[in-house]
């Protein structure tokens, strides 16, 4: 089965900069799209970054100029640097996968387990 393992969430004042890290494992015959949501508290899950397997991205719009998503493709691996950190970019944000284990199987829906980012003013 496919494993994605999230990395680099922690505390950070306002104004700083993290990176996320997601690795994905296992059985992988293609991976398709890999990115990033978050969710803050009281506030539904939403789409932060993502990038194709064409190297297509797409960004929030509050997160614009501060954030870029980046790939890994020989280590399976999807980042997020983020910068000009915010007060309201604290959330559990989560690495999400669309893979397809084998050329026998569909695409399915990975996630990873989230990783917290808070950001202090």
């Known amino acids: 089965q496919v494993q994605l393992v999230e990395s680099g969430g922690g505390l950070v004042q306002a104004g700083g900069s993290l990176r996320l890290s997601c690795q994905a494992s296992g059985s992988i015959f293609s991976i398709n799209f890999m990115g990033w949501y978050r969710q803050a508290l009281g506030k539904q899950r939403e789409l932060v970054a993502g990038?194709?397997?064409?190297?297509?991205?797409t960004y929030a719009d509050s997160v614009k100029g501060r954030f870029t998503i980046s790939r890994d493709n020989a280590e399976n691996t999807v980042y997020l640097q983020m910068g000009s950190l915010k007060p309201e970019d604290t959330a559990v944000y989560y690495c999400?996968?669309?893979?397809?284990?084998?050329?026998?199987?569909?695409?399915?829906?990975?996630w990873g387990q989230g990783t917290q980012v808070t950001v202090s003013s």
């Open positions: 990038i194709t397997s064409g190297g297509t991205t």
């Open positions: 999400n996968a669309i893979i397809r284990p084998s050329d026998y199987a569909p695409n399915y829906n990975y």
